[in-house]
């Protein structure tokens, strides 16, 4: 497993992204696995987690995995509070370096995972997680991971015997903060064991994995929104499944279209905070297995980021949209998604998924759904389509969120919940879910609710919008001075509710562009404070461009900012 490092990328022909290394993959390992002089380094001892009421877990589950409206939970949570302050050991490295440690055990776990609620990484320091065997290792995350909030959830490490690892220049010292709040006892998950061998807590034997066919009329569209498809940890121990969803601007925004009950309970209460929800993208089965006991086998993409922010929700159409905080990589190849508002009834259907929080899998309809009302996840009226038996491969709990696509391959909704499972190698008959699009997209009075001003945010009117492949030609961003080094640029907030500041640490005189995602320009300065403030209170949410020269050095570079007034 790995982390890759994201870089910025080009939004809008005016504005481009300068500077930053494009991403960290697991070529490297952790500094202790290769410094020399090994016998120098103090002895790690073991922080052991107590022992929890497995049996309790297992008969909530066993109610619970019958309920798509709940979150798949495949963890159990462990409050800690363990950092740089009072735990782990330092060393000293032959460079001069230094690395801190710190071990996890919880017996029996298939996988563990971490919370942070101080996380803040100088340049050129890094963490890395690997089990105590080194049979798995995640990393590097790095300062391109700092949020102003401090959160970070990470992706899964397998095994019950964890290491984290910290590595920090010797001139950097000092500088970073970092502190663990949750751990996380995985005791069903997407370990390649439990794949290969249909486990007990994998998806149904009459699932599709997502290369199976659904149809000459359909696979062209789903071989290229399956780029676009994530599973997410959410909450640190629960699966849900979200979809990348294309915007009008059309400039690869990572906007993230998933369920609201992912989110918030019946009460509406949050169950988690997104800032440290994870996402894995392109996981599916080089070898798929089509409604078969046939195992499938794992994919070799590790394609994990974490950090978003809420954007919209309502409960009238189970709707959320997060915004990825860590900016996508080109490498990935990954697709965001079209959508039809216009609430027309489709031909057919097709949703893609990861059902159960297994790779990912593909169900079609071939009967257009219905629309219908329920009561859910606290609302008496939540308007949905209805499927009203699956023809090919069904959904399963960690499904929720996923997108349904027509006939032409665009988002009419999101799995809100459903009675539809496997019976063998064939589906049980039953009734799935869906909260409409056609609603969530103006729905209230403001952009807290409703999806119109981040997918249309110059209301076009449009009423519906293709996909938009990642591989689209980006100009590529303008030569820095020789010699010359970017200086270390931070928005802060980021996202803001209409002010930030632009940290200027040698006081230069710089002068700054705002830009909208249409390349209009829309406030300009120059400052030569540690930090000036930037107002755009009056603007509409959303996501602009902050492009800024530093007439003292003569270079250039832009950062993204999101727009986003509910927040705080």
Known sequence: MFVLRLKYIIITVLVFVTGLNAQVTNEKEPYSWKEINKKNQKELSIIEMPKFNMAKIKSEDAINDLDKSKVYRFGYEFDVDYGFKNAGVWDQLSSGDWIWRIRFKSNGAKTLNFVCNEYKLPEGASLYLYSEDRKDLLGAYTDAFNRADGMLGTWMVEGDDIILEYYVPESK????????????????????????????????????????????????????????????????????????????????????????????????????????????????????????????????FDQTTSGATLLANNSKSDMLLVNIDTSLPDSWNLEWAGWDRTGNTPNFTVGIHHPSGDIMKVCRDNQSPAQTNLDFNGNATTEVWEIADWDLGVTERGSSGSALFDQNGRIIGQLAGGTAACNGTTDNNQFDVYGRFDISWDFGTTDATRLSNWLDPQNTGQTTLDMLSGDVVVPPPPPSPPGEDIVESILFPNPTQGEFTITNKEENLIKYTIYDIFGKSIDSGQSDEENPVIDITSQRAGMYFVYVEDLSKGISYTRRVVLNPRLF
């Open 173 to 300: 010292k000092g500088q970073g903060k970092f502190n663990i709040s949750k751990v996380v006892h995985g005791y069903r998950s997407v370990t390649d064991f439990e794949i290969s061998q249909k486990g007990l807590n994998d998806s149904g034997d009459c699932n599709q994995d997502v290369d199976c066919t659904v149809g000459a009329d359909f696979d062209p569209l789903k071989n290229e929104l399956k780029r676009s498809v994530a599973l997410m940890v959410v909450g640190s121990s629960g699966f849900c499944t979200g979809t990348l969803i294309n915007n009008t601007a059309e400039n690869k925004a990572p906007y993230f279209l998933t369920a609201n009950h992912c989110y918030v309970n019946e009460s509406g209460d949050p169950l988690s905070n997104i800032s440290t929800w994870a996402f894995r993208f392109n996981w599916a089965s080089p070898n798929p297995s089509c409604a078969t006991t046939t195992p499938s086998t794992n994919g070799t």
